[in-house]
């Protein structure tokens, strides 16, 4: 299937009826119902027009985005009287929604370039976002062909992103009609062609700053749930693991776990979220709230001056083990482990000794070293709590085997195999490398089930196929590559070609 594998996974190392009125039902219908009639072809009108008279074309809806930023990600429209646009698209039910939400000030809805709503409540034919750009508005309830009450009674709210199924792709007949180790070897290779893309996209960052202070960085925002990876990789800008090591150099090793929470909490900004003046904490909370900010006011001032106050950490949809208090308590367990050394020297020492080595047992010993570097069970408050002053619950790691595994994935084999790259080393990279194919399946995500779906058709014989995190990576690179660039329902995607 080589000739039928796209080239860029192919890896050279070297190298209009009337509604009922809003009053009578604005109160019980939400905002993602209004997301709903947007997003899913059976819902939307088939004739859109703007408030200022363009008539809208929708080639993608977009992604739904659960995080924080505009509700629809990567939209593809065309006006009447203009070319084609992506970009992206924020949903109300009334008008006033987007000034009432505060997003003229918000420079990430600085791509939306369509804001649709159920219902006028302001007369003005646009929205102006924080860059200056006036963005056009849709009313969806002049032409809805239906009563909103019938629209509402058959639209599954529950089902609602995340239970979707989105269409089989074009792209599962043409790998239906491959022969199965074709199939398989693609996603290998796709898999190889997403690592040396992470490996290249870190290169520049490992020449600018080292390749201990890169994997720092790598792994701070792999050990970030979705939504905190970008906060979690600038804190590890902010201050480097240089200058945090200092720090915790000076405190006696007893203290030195309460003492690296205290300095990533309070570096990250949460520490000054964690309100010690309530009179209704349990005393373990209480008192581990009193030492850590004990411990952070005993750090140099210049350092506390790095503190970041205007981060918006709470994001909806994240897991209550993954909350960024226990990743960032779980990153300060690798401060202290790792007090007199750092990360990369450490990971680097666990794959000399098979350097060379590409059997299946070198592979797989080194894969399970370098997931034992972020082993670090010590107990900690978060150990059983996933927010300050909750109730304890069953201990938890707080960098479980799963994370472990994307932490490797996302982060220690690309900056090892970046350097190893860089300095010409054949015999590492090439041991890097049957490591990356020996890792086993990662964690189950949104993408990976659509993509399941939409390439793989949800076939059992190709899904059996999926037996590594490679595979997996492949997956997602395809994504990437092709499925986030939709045009809606494949037009235009080359992937089938």
């Known amino acids: 299937m080589r000739s039928s594998v796209p080239r860029q996974y192919i890896v050279a190392w070297e190298d209009a009826g009337i509604a009922e009125p809003p009053a009578a039902c604005a109160h019980r219908l939400p905002e993602k119902f209004v997301s709903c009639l947007w997003f899913d072809p059976r819902w939307r009108p088939p004739v859109l027009r703007t408030l200022d008279g363009r008539a809208v074309t929708v080639h993608s809806p977009g992604r739904w985005n659960r995080q924080a930023g505009p509700d629809f990600q990567q939209a593809v429209l065309t006006f009447d009287d203009g070319a084609r646009q992506r970009g992206d698209v924020e949903i109300h039910r009334f008008t006033s ?80 009609a491959c022969a199965l180790t074709d199939v398989e070897a693609f996603l290998a290779q796709a898999g190889l062609a997403r690592l040396h893309q992470r490996m290249w996209r870190w290169a520049p960052r490992v020449a600018e700053v080292g390749p201990a202070q890169a994997m720092y960085e790598a792994v701070m925002r792999a050990c970030g749930a979705s939504g905190h990876r970008h906060q979690c990789q600038a804190l590890a800008r902010q201050v480097p693991w240089y200058e945090l090591q200092q720090c915790l150099k000076s405190i006696p090793e007893s203290a030195r776990q309460i003492a690296a929470e205290a300095l990533l909490l309070g570096l990250s900004g949460l520490l000054y979220t964690m309100d010690m003046t309530s009179g209704q904490f349990d005393e373990d909370t209480r008192r581990y709230g009193e030492m850590l900010h004990a411990c952070w006011s005993q750090f140099p001032v210049e350092l506390r001056r790095h503190a970041l106050h205007d981060v918006a950490w709470r994001q909806p949809h994240v897991r209550p083990a993954n909350t960024p208090e226990r ?25 000399q000794a098979f350097r060379g080595r590409t059997d299946a047992a070198a592979a797989r010993a080194v894969w399970r070293g370098l997931l034992a570097l972020l082993d670090v069970p010590a107990p900690s408050y978060w150990t059983q709590r996933t ?11 707080l960098l479980g085997v799963q994370r472990a595994r994307t932490v490797v994935v996302d982060a220690v084999l690309p900056l090892l195999l970046c350097v190893a790259q860089r300095d010409g080393d054949t015999a590492l990279r090439e041991t890097l490398v049957a490591s990356y194919r020996a890792a086993s399946l990662l964690p189950d995500n949104t993408l990976l089930r659509y993509m399941a779906r939409r390439l793989l058709g949800d076939d059992p014989v190709l899904l059996a196929l999926v037996t590594r995190a490679q595979h997996q990576q492949g997956l997602l690179q395809v994504f990437d590559d092709y499925c986030s660039n939709d045009e809606g329902e494949c037009q235009g995607c080359e992937f089938p070609l």
């Open 327 to 351: 990743r960032l308590a779980g990153v300060a367990q690798l401060f202290v482990r790792y007090a007199e050394t750092n990360l990369w020297h450490v990971a680097l020492d666990q794959c």
């Open 97 to 176: 929604g987007w000034t009432a939400h505060r997003h003229h000030l918000d420079p990430r809805y600085n791509q939306v370039i369509l804001h649709v709503c159920l219902w006028q409540d302001r007369a003005t034919t646009g929205v102006v976002r924080e860059d200056g750009h006036t963005v056009p508005q849709v009313i969806l309830e002049p032409w809805l062909t239906r009563p909103l009450a019938a629209y509402s009674a058959d639209i599954p709210l529950e089902e609602y992103p995340q239970k979707r199924v989105p269409f089989v792709g074009q792209c599962y007949a043409k790998l239906k």
């Open 387 to 397: 927010r300050f002053g909750g109730r304890p619950g069953r201990a938890q790691r």
